[in-house]
């Protein structure tokens, strides 16, 4: 294939409306596009004419408002482009008010209490700074989700609203520091995305792979990720294929995916694009999820999106390489050239150090689902506390300005941030320290405690919002400032001294640490989801979001509600799972086998009567306690599923955390041992060993 031909030949991107559009349209929608002005309907109009006539071009007869609801999925409702003409036959039509509007029948998504049941519909509206596409045989128009009142169902709403917040917030420093050229400020992400892929066949024989998107059972095979002997080796040909078929349906739909290579665990791979603005990035993360899926179906392959699919083996996460920066390519957070652009840099930089430390609660709850749980603190995931990793150099210059005294490495010069006297330093060097949650890599931040499954703009929505807080503290001082460079001395100074305890720059897979952060340093360790979730409602959060109008009172009232429902959800679904299984599948299969060595003692000792016969005796007794315990603490499971309470969503996902959860470790427990014990003939599922190393 050439490549640089197919790129984005299914998007209908800035190239290709330069070419259907005449000037003055071309003109009107860039305006719209970069400056969100307002798209006049005439234009509205001939770009959907274009659109439509461009997609039917390439073999499309559908067009579809496609969004992103709060079930984490996408979700399209697709209508033809056929329009009944006068001579009885249809025309291909798209009219600027479709592209514009729609209104999907939208009862049955997730409002969180939001939209009255009398009013089921909501509306999309296009949103014109993410490009069009071709899926199959229909046009998919990037859209936003709301109620008809305006409050968003959707994560694309408050992600444009977060990343207008710090834009505004921005400029306001850029002004301060005399740049009057920038006229947007725009947070950027290249999300690096974690998969397993494994047979379609084995995964078609476990039904909690096919309910839960995670193995519920299964013993620790015989060899796991101890070797290290998968990660960046090589690809095997199956897989490789799978691959390359993604990669050119990626690059089709203008997605940069860039990097691809095996992971940690056996069976687990990564795929990292090339960075772009949040909204987009974010859009195609959902596309790229969707079609890793797609593929690997085409190929008897299924692709694992859970953030644990497996116990034992390293799970799979998400890294969010985000940073910001001007319209004008000027990235705000690397270190610049000369003192002045450093000291504009060290406050960018502080208003990020603020927003972690102020809002870590919401950095957690941005990732927090019942799978990202299970990863998150398990020596494999950075821990549930959240800190920063600065690098050794960045953190000595922050500890000079700090304590006023000569940074050491740069001819010990006295810190201050007057334009002259700051030090011209190095992008950091040091090695990445994986274990932190939140990384500085150079020139950008490294956010790491996302899951493989979320969406991306749940953790930017809190990114952007949390540092334009930061940044509109600063500028509300510094715009009154009499003396601007010693207010800025002393804001960077006193940021340090105030957030100095989110920086952390160890092992955070140690205890210690986890001590140290709670213990000594007060930061917050939110091991679940019904444990952070809830701090949604926090005064502070409410009014520092609300503030930035990046959510309604109302609309978190009714993420935090859909949040903990999906939670409970999902749990549910794993438990009433495992019941099932147990007793309909694990348990009858340790039967018929306990049966047959009995029968084949029972056929020894009728041949020669005084053989001792310790092997089935001893293996029946074993096996017949361990089905006993299977028995009776499905039971149990089964009874703590019915007597759970479901009036208030809080109080369910805080009895499943304590009691449902609990339950299924300890009915895992005697299954796994059992599946140690049993013949292969004889059990139900492909165990792990099949399914780690199944795919060649
Ligand atoms: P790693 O060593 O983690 O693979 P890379 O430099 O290859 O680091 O980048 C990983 C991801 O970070 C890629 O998606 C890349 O596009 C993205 N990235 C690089 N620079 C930036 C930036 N300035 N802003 C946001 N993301 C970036
Ligand atoms: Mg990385």
Redesign the pocket.
């Known amino acids: 294939m050439n490549i640089p031909e197919s790129f984005g030949k299914k998007v209908f991107d800035d190239r290709v409306m330069k070419s259907v559009l005449t000037a003055k349209e071309y003109a009107s929608l860039k305006k719209t596009i970069d400056e969100g002005v307002q798209l006049d309907p005439h234009v509205a109009d001939a770009v959907a004419s274009a659109m439509k006539n461009w997609a039917v071009e390439k073999g499309a007869t559908h067009f579809t408002h496609w969004f992103q609801p709060m079930t984490g999925v996408t979700a399209e409702k697709h209508d033809s482009f056929i329009s009944p003409s006068p001579d009885g036959g249809v025309i291909m039509e798209l009219s600027g008010k479709e592209l514009i509007k729609g209104e999907p029948d939208a009862s049955s998504f997730p409002s969180g209490g939001l939209r009255a049941t009398f009013e089921a519909r909501g509306y999309t509206a296009w949103d014109p700074t993410s490009y069009a596409f071709i899926k199959g045989k229909t046009l998919c128009i990037p859209t936003a989700f709301c109620t008809y009142a305006g409050d968003a169902l959707d994560k694309k709403t408050p992600l444009l609203r977060s990343m207008e917040a710090l834009n505004r917030q921005a400029l306001r420093i850029l002004r301060l520091f005399g740049n009057e050229t920038a006229k947007r400020v725009l947070?950027?992400?290249?999300?690096?995305q974690e998969y397993f892929l494994i047979t379609r066949e084995m995964y078609e024989q476990r039904p909690d792979l096919k309910f839960t998107g995670r193995t519920l059972f299964g013993a620790k095979p015989p060899k796991g990720q101890e070797m290290d002997d998968h990660y960046f080796g090589v690809i095997k040909p199956k897989v490789a294929a799978f691959m390359e078929e993604l990669n050119q349906e990626l690059w089709e739909l203008g997605i940069?995916a860039?990097?691809e290579h095996n992971e940690v665990a056996p069976a687990q791979h990564e795929l990292?694009?090339?960075?772009?603005t949040t909204n987009i990035a974010t859009d195609h993360n959902q596309l790229t999820m969707e079609i890793m899926q797609k593929v690997a179906a085409r190929h008897g392959l299924v692709c694992l999106l859970h953030e644990k699919p497996f116990a034992g083996v390293n799970g799979s996460g998400k890294?969010n390489?985000?940073?910001?920066?001007t319209d004008t390519g000027t990235?705000l957070?690397?270190p610049g050239e000369t003192p002045y652009e450093n000291a504009q840099f060290l406050l960018f930089l502080c208003a990020v150090i603020k927003a972690v430390d102020d809002y870590q609660d919401l950095l957690r709850i941005s990732v927090a689902t019942a799978g990202n749980d299970h990863r998150l603190g398990a020596n494999e995931a950075p821990p549930a506390v959240v800190s920063m990793f600065l690098g050794d150099e960045l953190n000595a210059i922050l500890e000079a300005i700090e304590k006023d005294t000569p940074y050491q490495s740069v001819e010990k010069v006295q810190m201050k941030l007057g334009v002259d006297v700051l030090p011209k330093f190095n992008r950091d060097t040091t090695d990445?320290n994986r274990t932190s949650p939140f990384a500085f890599?150079?020139?950008?931040f490294?956010f790491r405690m996302l899951g493989s499954s979320n969406s991306i703009a749940c953790a930017n929505i809190m990114l952007n919002s949390a540092v334009a807080e930061s940044l509109k503290i600063y500028a509300d001082r510094l715009e009154k400032a009499d003396d601007f460079e010693e207010t800025l001395h002393n804001m960077i100074r006193k940021t340090i001294q105030d957030h100095k305890r989110i920086i952390f720059n160890g092992n955070g897979y140690d205890d210690s640490w986890i001590r140290e952060a709670t213990e000594k340093r007060g930061l917050s360790n939110y091991r679940t989801t019904p444990d952070c979730m809830p701090h949604l409602l926090d005064k502070k959060n409410v009014d520092m979001l609300t503030s930035h109008g990046v959510f309604t009172l109302a609309e978190l009232h009714s993420r935090c509600e859909i949040m903990l429902e999906n939670y409970c959800k999902s749990v549910l679904i794993e438990a009433n799972t495992m019941v099932d299984m147990a007793k309909t599948q694990i348990a009858p299969a340790v039967e018929a086998y306990m049966a047959d060595v009995a029968s084949a003692a029972a056929a020894k000792k009728s041949l020669i009567p005084d053989l001792p016969c310790r092997y089935e005796t001893g293996l029946v007794r074993k096996l017949s306690l361990l089905v006993d315990q299977i028995q009776s603490q499905a039971e149990d499971l089964a009874d703590a599923l019915v007597k759970l309470e479901t009036d208030a969503v809080i109080r369910e996902s805080e009895m499943i955390r304590d009691t449902i959860l609990p339950k299924m470790c300890e009915l895992r427990l005697p299954c796994d041992e059992a599946e140690t014990l049993t013949a292969r003939e004889y059990w139900p599922y492909p165990t792990y060993g099949d399914l780690l190393f199944g795919v060649y």
């Not at 890599?441 to 950008?444: A, D, E, F």
């Open positions: 947070s950027a992400v290249g999300p690096e940069l860039k990097t990292a694009p090339i960075y772009t890294h390489n985000w940073s910001i920066s990235n957070l690397s990445r890599t150079g020139n950008k490294e």
